[in-house]
Structures are given as structure tokens and as C-alpha cells.
């Protein structure tokens, strides 16, 4: 479990290599893509699968999702070489 002060996607992304979950808050102008959610809420909740985040927030009854999600970043710090997950 990480704090923003270790908001890091290299980071992130070495956890995955080596088989590792984590869990982290996100910053507040995070926009990833939506690929899966991961849990199903009753009432009155709207489809979020191939949505930006920041396009579904404002729509949100909720504190909390679940998702699975896709962005791009630098795979190693200072290099040009990128990656998306």
C-alpha cells in the first residue's frame, strides 16, 4: 500500500514485473482509461469500461472504484523509452 509521496509509475511497474499488487490514491488530476471494472455496485450505477476518469467523476455517487485501468508512461526514469500498461 503506497501513499501519493511514492507516486511513482516506474515503480508501479516494477511491482508488476515481480508479481506484486499494490494499492495506492491516485492524484486528483489523474486521467487514466478505464479497461475493467472490478466490482459490481447496486443501485443506480453507470457503466464505466472504456471511460476517461476524469469524464465519469463529476457522474460518481460514490467515494470509490474498482477498475482496472491503462496509461502510458516512461519505462525508465530520464529515458525516452515509454510504455503503456
Known sequence: MLDLGFYDFWLFDRIDQNNGWFVSRVKDDANFEI???L???????IPLEGES???????????????RI???FERKRGSCTSTTR
Open 70 to 72: 491503462t496509461l502510458s
Open 39 to 45: 466490482r459490481t455496485w447496486r443501485g443506480n450505477s
Open 53 to 67: 476518469l476524469q469524464d465519469v467523476l463529476d457522474d460518481l455517487q460514490r467515494q470509490e472504484i474498482d477498475v
Open 35 to 37: 479497461v475493467e471494472e
